[in-house]
């Protein structure tokens, strides 16, 4: 147990990551769900989240980080104390950041085609409706007499 060294815990600590005995359990409960709160490592479900945080945490890490900041695990000590130190919101955070981190992208929002009217072939350019009934130019012949008669 993190808090008191009790063999086989079977209960954890989710914002420190850490794991405790069944009577620590109990003190973290009557602490509030502001500061900590528990979930049976056999009984609970557990979000993707949570597990991340236990996988990140863990007692030894949590006692290293403790340590540094003035709390031990000897002796008997005050854990509503230990829990709202300055320390163990620091490590809270820390905890958090880093699960947030290894956590998964969300998935891409799906984007939706916009509905478009239906195309019809562009137009084709201008025909003289009778083209295909008049046949070739032909060329004419003027005779120059022609012309000057005229």
């Not at 002796?75 to 956590?103: D, F, H, V, W």
């Not at 939706?112 to 409706?129: E, F, G, I, R, Y």
């Amino acid at each position: 147990c993190f808090d008191c060294n009790a063999k086989t815990p079977i209960w954890s600590s989710v914002p420190y990551g850490v794991f405790i005995c069944m009577d620590c359990a109990a003190t973290h409960r009557s602490m509030g769900v502001h500061i900590t709160f528990v979930r049976s490592t056999n009984l609970d479900s557990w979000s993707q989240e949570q597990l991340r945080i236990m996988h990140l945490g863990g007692n030894g890490r949590a006692r290293q980080f403790f340590k540094q900041h003035g709390w031990c695990d000897t002796g008997n000590i005050n854990l509503e104390a230990k829990y709202t130190s300055r320390g163990a919101e620091l490590y809270r955070q820390l905890l958090q950041r880093e699960a947030r981190a290894m956590a998964p992208p969300p998935p891409a929002a799906a984007t939706v085609p916009t509905p478009q009217a239906p195309t019809s072939p562009p137009p084709s350019p201008a025909k003289d409706p009778f083209s295909s009934t008049l046949p070739a130019a032909l060329p004419v012949e003027v005779a120059p007499a022609a012309l000057a008669s005229a």
